[in-house]
């Protein structure tokens, strides 16, 4: 921008915890830039887009705030395009992969073996074999898993780096997916660790450690405080029982982001007052230990905007459809069909339009009722042409999306 453009505008359509602005011309602005110029040198709609000086801000953010010493780990899971990775990888202390597939984005994005971890609740031996010969940390999470982990150790000379997932006997309360607690099929059950500790001594493993993950898309501090104290003093009560020194302990993280004008973001400060007192503790407890938080959508959601083009407008017995080029083949979170229970409309905006507003649906050209990004919004009028943007958009995209349904073109992806 000029130093003699006027000040950027705020748009304030829901509770923002990094305001994003427009310019006078009511153009979104990303890095700096109008919107539209930055689709066209992107190639065009539909896309992604991921702001990497709003992601920035977030790690800058959570470094001010936590405690030194506790380890920040990137959820590969939620947004795992490479470049994004790589970015994320340069500022992170670790990253967390499900898949193999997700394990050489991690290792391609220049992350450290030793700081890369891999769950999910049904790793294939082949998987095992790859992670182990990748020298990273393995969150086991079954019997068979620690059998398999096992015999490759012996079989290659070289002892599998494993901690156990485990499932605590309480949830993450307030959450938007639940993944621990009562009957999961992730990790194991905290009843069976102590049996599972005195085994792994004599199996010529690795052990490093824990790794809890109660849930998920949490907006409530005591709720995180609470599982979090939990999940200590459950490691706690085993110290004893540790067939080698404690080196990790991933709390998991589960930092949600308010996708609704009515969801106040996360208040960070008690989080990390409570997580200073944690690092304190586990110190003196396990001096070798170091606690692990990792975060998905916290790191990428609110930096990324899905942008689609209006191809129609329609009217159909007193309502306004604008029919876009994109929808839920590429975002099925926003279209409401990716987990919630009531569906409720992402942020959306239509770029460049300062002007009157209407009440309008945005729709994509799936023939399918279903490929509905926002329900009768309040919007500006559109035109054909336009630029509708979701935001909210930096997790749970493009990946988590059934991008073959109905053979439509693959959206586009790029950092801004
Ligand atoms: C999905 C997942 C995450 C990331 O969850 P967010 O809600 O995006 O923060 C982290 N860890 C594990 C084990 C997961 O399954």
Redesign the pocket.
């Known amino acids: 921008m000029n130093p003699t453009d006027p000040p950027p505008l705020l748009l304030a359509p829901w509770n923002q915890s990094q305001p994003w602005t427009c310019d006078v011309r009511g153009e979104l602005l990303l890095g700096g830039r109008p919107l539209s110029r930055v689709v066209d040198a992107v190639g065009g709609t539909p896309c992604y887009l991921y702001d990497r000086a709003r992601m920035d801000a977030r790690v800058a953010q959570l470094r001010a705030a936590l405690p030194p010493g506790l380890r920040l780990h990137y959820?590969v899971?939620?947004n795992p395009m490479p470049a994004l990775v790589g970015h994320l990888a340069a500022r992170l202390d670790g990253l967390?992969v499900?898949s193999v597939g997700e394990l050489r984005v991690a290792l391609d994005a220049g992350m450290d073996p030793a700081h890369v971890s891999f769950?999910g609740p049904g790793k294939r031996d082949a998987e095992l074999h790859q992670a182990h010969a990748a020298g990273i940390l393995i969150n086991i999470e079954s019997r068979r898993e620690l059998r398999a982990l096992a015999e490759a150790s012996e079989a290659s000379g070289e002892p599998a780096r494993v901690a156990i997932r485990v499932n605590p006997p309480f949830e993450l309360r307030a959450s938007g997916?639940r993944?621990g607690g009562g009957a999961r099929q992730f990790g194991v059950d905290a009843e069976e660790v102590p049996a599972l500790l005195d085994e792994i001594g004599g199996l010529g493993l690795a052990f490093e450690g824990f790794h809890l993950?109660p849930g998920?898309?949490n907006l409530k501090s005591e709720a995180l405080i609470e599982a979090q104290a939990r999940s200590y003093a459950l490691i706690l009560g085993w110290a004893e029982r540790l067939p080698a020194p404690l080196h990790s302990l991933n709390l998991?993280?589960?930092?949600?982001i308010p996708y609704t004008p009515n969801e106040t973001p996360l208040a960070l400060p008690p989080v990390a007052e409570h997580l200073a007192g944690l690092v304190e503790r586990c110190r003196s407890d396990f001096p070798q230990g170091h606690l692990v938080l990792?975060?998905?959508?916290?790191l990428t959601g609110e930096a990324g905007v899905y942008v689609t083009r209006v191809i129609d407008r329609k009217h159909s017995r007193g309502q306004v459809f604008l029919v876009c080029d994109g929808g839920m083949h590429h975002h099925l979170a926003a279209s409401g069909n990716f987990g919630q229970v009531l569906r409720k409309n992402y942020p959306v905006l239509v770029n460049g339009r300062p002007g009157p507003t209407e009440t309008a649906s945005v729709v994509g050209p799936l023939c399918t009722p279903l490929d509905l990004l926002a329900d009768r919004a309040e919007l500006a009028v559109a035109e054909i042409g336009d630029l509708v943007v979701v935001f909210q958009s930096g997790?749970?995209g493009k990946t988590a999306s059934p991008r073959e349904f109905l053979g439509h073109p693959q959206p586009l992806e790029a950092l801004v």
């Open positions: 959820a899971k939620c967390d499900a769950a997916m993944m993950y998920s898309q998991g993280g589960g930092f949600g990792e975060l998905g959508r916290y997790a749970y």
